[in-house]
C-alpha cells in the first residue's frame, strides 16, 4: 500500500505542474487577441473618417461671392416669374376649353393639340421651380459659407463652373461618375 501510496503523490505534483504552463499560455493568447480588435477599430474609425468629408469653408473671395449671389437672385426671379407665367398658361387653356371637346380619331393622336400644350406648360413650369429651389440651396450654402464645396467630393468647385452654372452642387468629374463615385 505504501508504493500506491508513492505512485498517486508524484502524478497529482505533475497534473499541477502541467496546468500552471497551460495559464500561461492562455493568458498570452488573450493579450495578442485584444490588440487585434484594438487594430480593428482602428481601422473602421478611419474607414468612416475618409467616407463623411470633413466640412471645409469656401475659400472663393468675398467679391466673387457677393457677385454670385446678384446673380442667383437674378436667376431665382427669371425662373420664379417664368413658372408663375407658364401655370397661369397651363390653367387657362383648361378654362377656355369645353368638357366634352375631345376627339378619338386616328388623326387626333394621343390627345388634342389643348391637353399637350397644358402638358408642356405644366413640365416646363416644375422645371423651372426645380431650378429655383437648386438657386435657393446655393443662396443657403453662401449663408454657411461652404458655397463653392463640392457636396460628394468635399473638394472646391472651380470658379469658371461657378460662372456658367452659379447654383453648381458637385465637381464635373463627380457629376459625370468620375473620380467622386468610385
Do not use: H
Not at 30 to 55: D, G, I, L, N, T
Not at 60 to 82: C, G, I, M
Request: hydrophobic share 40%; charged share 35%.
Amino acid at each position: 500500500m505504501a508504493a500506491e501510496n508513492k505512485k498517486k503523490a508524484p502524478a497529482k505534483k505533475k497534473a499541477v505542474a502541467k496546468k500552471a504552463p497551460s495559464k500561461k499560455k492562455a493568458v498570452a493568447k488573450k493579450a495578442p487577441s485584444k490588440k487585434k480588435v484594438v487594430a480593428k477599430k482602428a481601422v473602421a474609425k478611419k474607414a468612416v473618417a475618409k467616407k463623411a468629408p470633413a466640412k471645409k469653408k469656401s475659400r472663393l473671395d468675398k467679391p466673387f461671392v457677393e457677385a454670385q449671389k446678384k446673380l442667383l437672385l437674378e436667376e431665382r426671379a427669371t425662373y420664379l416669374q417664368s413658372a408663375t407665367t407658364l401655370q397661369a398658361e397651363a390653367d387657362s387653356l383648361l378654362e377656355s376649353r369645353d368638357p366634352g371637346d375631345v376627339q378619338f380619331d386616328e388623326e387626333s393622336g394621343e390627345g388634342d393639340t389643348l391637353a399637350v400644350e397644358r402638358d408642356l406648360d405644366l413640365a416646363l413650369s416644375a422645371q423651372a421651380r426645380d431650378a429655383v429651389d437648386e438657386i435657393d440651396a446655393a443662396l443657403d450654402r453662401i449663408r454657411r459659407g461652404v458655397y463653392g464645396i463640392c457636396t460628394t467630393s468635399g473638394q472646391p468647385i472651380p470658379k469658371a463652373r461657378l460662372k456658367v452654372i452659379p447654383w453648381a452642387t458637385e465637381r464635373v468629374e463627380v457629376k459625370a461618375g468620375g473620380l467622386g463615385r468610385r
